[in-house]
């Protein structure tokens, strides 16, 4: 029986397999279905998608993909324990967290966007408060625009129908930016 990939769910195949052949290592966290477990079996949430680790680094990792122009953090989108999970990795040192996402429409555009960068955004956004960002501020969003401004690129280029994501490069940009 054959299954149709969602969207995320490439992305996030092509985040590993582009971190591999860079010989990054990735280890994305399995998610487990309520399905595939025994009645009254609790399980608790992944705290994020991934750990990346380069260059003496590591890079707890909430991977996001959308078609739209904007990522709600709405709860079902974005979980508070994630971000919880994520300001927690931030204290410690040589940890980079943060949320990698990735924009499908109109062309890919992905960006890491630090936890600590955007737990800032979403305080002035949802309270309406001063800012020097150039862009739309959305009251319960991230814009794609805001991360090109806050966040670190990561690269891609599409051979066909598969992207390849220079996570070396990123995880360099990201070092030099938070160390």
């Known amino acids: 029986m054959d299954y149709i990939l969602n969207e995320g769910k490439i992305f ?3 985040i590993k397999a582009s971190a591999k052949k860079q ?12 399905i595939q477990l025994k009645r009254n079996v609790k399980v608790s949430p992944n705290v994020f998608d991934c750990f990346i680790f380069s260059d003496g680094f590591l890079f707890p990792a909430e991977l996001k993909s959308t078609k739209q122009k904007s990522i709600s953090w709405d709860e079902r989108i974005i979980k508070q324990h994630q971000i919880d999970s994520l300001k927690e990795a931030a204290i410690y040192s040589n940890i980079i967290p943060g949320f990698i996402f990735n924009f499908r429409e109109p062309e890919d555009n992905t960006y890491f966007v630090h936890i600590n960068d955007f737990l800032l955004y979403k305080d002035i956004a949802e309270n309406g408060k ?9 009251k319960s969003s991230i814009p794609i625009g805001i991360c090109r401004e806050i966040g670190v690129k990561l690269i891609s280029i599409k051979a066909r129908t598969k992207y390849t994501y220079y996570i070396n490069q990123m995880c360099r940009d990201l070092i030099k930016k938070y160390s």
Not at 28 to 34: H, L
Not at 130 to 138: I, L, R
């Open 12 to 14: 996030e195949q092509q």
């Open 23 to 34: 010989g990054v290592y990735m280890y994305r966290i399995k998610d487990t279905s309520p």
């Open 130 to 138: 001063e800012h020097t960002y150039k862009s739309k501020v959305n």
